[in-house]
């Protein structure tokens, strides 16, 4: 079973519009989140970090939640542009080992005009 | 520039033909590995290495093999690869171990259809 869980699998919103995209995992004991967003085609590029002290971070538009207590994490983008149109993708490191990285199976967003 | 280059972006080949994909990176990583990534899945690693000469098996490393006689360099070989090894490959590299935020670099990907 995987051990990071996201939701939706795809999303479709209009240009301009907010969004939230959720994930929640089991991977312990925690150590780091991060999402990443990767373009159709493309290596994953990282949008945020965050660790177990951390409850949110952001970067530009992406905002990120952490409730390491539930094991939740959403991911809000805020504005959408044209651009955002991607894939999602929520990784989850356990303590002691930050390089085994636990990936979701994210979620497609497409962003409409 | 940091970047981990991938070659070839993209390859067909038959089954049972060996075949490399190479792996490369400029940022003096320690840690680098393979990952495949299917439809519906998130990515799975193939195989991670600590260092130099030092590798291990992932979670699905059946049917594959890895080498690192360099730091920069990270080769996935397929000895005979066969249809079901159809997928989009990555290769990451990161700073070993110590500190939260080991931040990951991912290549490009290569598709590899095997018929």
């Known amino acids: 079973k995987n051990q990071v869980e996201q939701s939706p699998q795809s999303l479709i919103i209009l240009e301009g519009k907010n969004c939230t995209l959720q994930c929640n995992y089991t991977v312990s004991p925690f150590s780091n989140l991060r999402w990443y967003k990767q373009d159709t085609g493309r290596g994953p590029v990282s949008l945020t970090i965050?660790?177990?002290?951390?409850n949110t971070k952001s970067n530009g538009r992406y905002t990120a939640t952490l409730d390491a207590d539930t094991k939740q994490s959403s991911l809000h983008i805020t504005a959408s542009q044209l651009s955002d149109s991607a894939s999602y993708i929520c990784?989850?490191?356990?303590?002691?080992?930050?390089?085994?990285?636990?990936f979701g199976a994210g979620t497609r967003l497409t962003v409409k005009p | 520039e940091a970047q981990v280059t991938q070659n070839p972006r993209y390859l067909i080949t038959v089954t049972g033909k060996k075949l490399t994909v190479t792996c490369s990176q400029n940022m003096n990583h320690e840690y680098m590995s393979w990952y495949r990534q299917d439809p519906g899945l998130g990515l799975r690693q193939i195989y991670y290495?600590?260092?130099?000469?030092?590798?291990d098996k992932g979670d699905v490393p059946e049917g594959y093999k890895v080498s690192r006689k360099e730091k920069r360099n990270f080769p996935l070989i397929l000895e005979s690869p066969s249809p079901n090894q159809t997928s989009l490959y990555f290769c990451a590299s990161s700073f070993a171990g110590g500190g939260m935020n080991t931040e990951a670099f991912f290549g490009q990907g290569t598709r590899l259809t095997v018929v």
């Open positions: 965050m660790t177990f002290s951390e």
């Open positions: 990784v989850v490191s356990a303590y002691g080992n930050n390089n085994d990285m636990r």
């Open positions: 290495s600590m260092n130099v000469e030092v590798t």
